[in-house]
C-alpha cells in the first residue's frame, strides 16, 4: 500500500503563516467531548527543518487540536520536541484548556541540531507507558536522517500505541511506511508543507477513530498474548460484557468469554505468534443498548535465533564465532558471512542446525570484519545478526609509507575541496573522516586508490579533516589539517 501524498498542481500564492498572527480561541466541533485518550506530538525540531515548516507544522498542531475537550476523562496532549537531544516541551497533564494549549504552541522555539530520532522515541515510550487510555504518537517529520527508529517504534505499538505520521515529500517513505500503523491510507501522510492544512480535518477524524471513548483496544501484545481495555459503559448498571475473539482466516471456533459488569480490561493468552486476530465485545444490559466494539491486532513473532552473537579466540589469523540460542527442529541451516572492513571481499561458510559455532581462518592480521550470522528457517523465513571482530597485529614489520601531502580549498561559504598526494605502490584505496556540520562528531568513508580528491559540501567552519592510506598490510600514517574561515 502506498503513501497517501498530496502535492499542489500549480500555485499561484505563497502564504506566509506568522504565528503571532494566530488568533487564540475555543471552538466547538465535532471533536468536543467525544474522546478519551492521550495524543503526544513528536515534532522534528532538528537543523533540516527550514524555520517556515516548523512554523506551519505548529500551525497545523494547533489547528489540528483545538476542538477536542482537553483534561482527564477527555484529552490529554504533550508536546516532544526533536533534536540533538529530546525536549519534552510540555507532559500530558499540564493543559486541562485550550486557551492554554494554543498560548504553549505558539511559543514553541525550535531546537536546531541533529535529528536524534532514536533517544525521542524512548522518552515518548516512557510518557505513555503509564496510561491506560488509548494512544496516539503524531509524528510530525521532514524525514531526514531520521536515524533506526524501527525497534523503538515496534515497541511503542506492542504498549498499544498508534503511530500517525505526517511527513514532508521528501521524507524517506519506506521508513515512515513500516513505523506507522495500519491504515496506512488515512494514517500516512506525504504533503507538501505550503498545503499542510488540507489534511487537518482527515487527521483528526483518524485520531477520534481511535481515541474515541466508546472503543476496544489491544495493548501489551506479545507473541502469545495480548490485553484488551476498554471504557466501562456497565459499571453503574445490571448486566455483563460477552467477548469472542479468533484468528482472521482460521477454520476453528473462536473462543468465547463472558465478563462481570465491573471488568474493563481482560487478557488473552495461549495465542499463536505473528499472527492476526479479531475481538468483539459486547455490553449486554437491559438498561439500554450498547454498539459491539471491536478491535484487531497482530502478535509478535517467536523469538529467533540467533539473538546473540560473539567472537572470542582472536589471533593474526582466525577468530571464533559464536551464536544461540540453537534451535535445530526450526532451522535448516546457519550461514556465516564475512569480510574486511570497508571493502574487503565477502566468504561464506554454512553450517548444520545444531551447530552454534565456527573458526574464521586465513584472515589479515590487524584487520576489523564484519561478520553477520544468519538462519534459515525450515517455514522459508530468514533471521541475521551482525558483529564486528578484530584480529591482532601481526609481528613489527617496516612502517608503512605516510601520506605526502594534503591541501584545503574552500571553494563556496559551506564547501571544501580535499586534495592530497601518496605513494601508489601496494595502495588499496584511502580513508578520509570530517567533522559534520555540527562541528561534533566526525563522519567516515572509504575512498578507491584512484581518488585523490573529493568535496565536501555543508562543510562546519573550522573543522578538522583527516586523510590516511590504506596498503594491503594495514593503514599509513595520515595528515590532518583544518579549514579556516
Given amino acids: 500500500m502506498r503513501m497517501r501524498t498530496i502535492l499542489p498542481a500549480c500555485v499561484f500564492l505563497w502564504v506566509m503563516l506568522q504565528r503571532g498572527s494566530l488568533q487564540v480561541v475555543e471552538l466547538p466541533g465535532s471533536a468536543s467531548n467525544c474522546c478519551e485518550g492521550d495524543i503526544l506530538i513528536l515534532l522534528d525540531s532538528s537543523g533540516s527543518v527550514a524555520n517556515y515548516e516548523f512554523s506551519r507544522m505548529l500551525g497545523f498542531t494547533a489547528k489540528l487540536l483545538r476542538p477536542f475537550s482537553l483534561g482527564h476523562g477527555h484529552v490529554r496532549v504533550g508536546l516532544l520536541q526533536v533534536g540533538t537531544k529530546p525536549t519534552l516541551e510540555f507532559g500530558l497533564d499540564v493543559h486541562s484548556k485550550q486557551r492554554s494549549l494554543q498560548k504553549a504552541l505558539l511559543a514553541v522555539t525550535q531546537l536546531q541540531g541533529s535529528t536524534n530520532t532514536e533517544a525521542a522515541l524512548r522518552m515518548a515510550r516512557q510518557l505513555l507507558a503509564d496510561t491506560r487510555v488509548p494512544k496516539v504518537l503524531l509524528w510530525l517529520t521532514d524525514g531526514v536522517e531520521m536515524g533506526d527508529v524501527d525497534e523503538p517504534i515496534a515497541q511503542l505499538k506492542a504498549q498499544g500505541v498508534s503511530v500517525l505520521i505526517v511527513s514532508s515529500v521528501h521524507g ?131 523469538v529467533l535465533s540467533p539473538t546473540v552473537v560473539s567472537v572470542s579466540d582472536s589471533g593474526p589469523r582466525q577468530t571464533r564465532v559464536s551464536w544461540g540460542p540453537l534451535q535445530p527442529a526450526l532451522v535448516q541451516r546457519y550461514t556465516v558471512e564475512y569480510g574486511a572492513i570497508p571493502s574487503g571481499a565477502v566468504h561464506t561458510v554454512t553450517l548444520q542446525s545444531h551447530q552454534n559455532s565456527t573458526v574464521l581462518t586465513d584472515l589479515e592480521p590487524g584487520t576489523e570484519y564484519l561478520v553477520t550470522v544468519g538462519a534459515l528457517y525450515k517455514n522459508g523465513k530468514e533471521r541475521a545478526m551482525s558483529v564486528k571482530a578484530c584480529t591482532q597485529e601481526a609481528p613489527a614489520a617496516a612502517a608503512l609509507p605516510a601520506l605526502a601531502d594534503l591541501l584545503l580549498t574552500s571553494t563556496t561559504h559551506n564547501d571544501v575541496q580535499v586534495e592530497w598526494k601518496a605513494r601508489k605502490e601496494g595502495l588499496k584505496g584511502f580513508w578520509l573522516n570530517w567533522q559534520k556540520r555540527d562541528g561534533h562528531d566526525f563522519t567516515s568513508t572509504y575512498l578507491p586508490p584512484s581518488s585523490y580528491s573529493t568535496r565536501l559540501t555543508h562543510f562546519a567552519p573550522s573543522s578538522r579533516v583527516c586523510v590516511s592510506p590504506i596498503y594491503g598490510s594495514g593503514r599509513g600514517e595520515g595528515i590532518c589539517c583544518t579549514t579556516e574561515k
Fill in 172 to 302: 524517506d517513505f519506506q521508513v515512515l511506511q513500516r513505523a506507522v500503523s495500519p491504515p496506512e491510507e488515512s494514517h500516512l501522510y506525504s504533503v507538501d508543507i505550503e498545503n499542510i492544512d488540507i489534511i487537518t480535518e482527515n487527521m483528526r477524524e483518524a485520531i477520534i477513530k481511535i481515541i474515541r471513548a466508546e472503543r476496544l483496544s489491544a495493548i501489551d501484545i506479545t507473541s502469545q498474548s495480548a490485553v484488551l481495555q476498554w471504557r466501562p459503559v456497565l459499571s453503574t448498571l445490571s448486566g455483563y460484557y460477552e467477548l469472542w475473539y479468533n484468528a482472521i482466516g482460521s477454520t476453528r471456533a473462536g473462543a468465547k468469554r463472558i465478563l462481570s459488569r465491573e471488568s474493563s480490561s481482560v487478557e488473552l493468552t495461549k495465542l499463536q505468534p505473528e499472527t492476526t486476530y479479531s475481538a468483539f465485545l459486547r455490553p449486554e444490559s437491559n438498561k439500554r443498548l450498547f454498539n459491539t466494539l471491536t478491535v484487531s491486532f497482530t502478535t509478535l513473532p517467536g
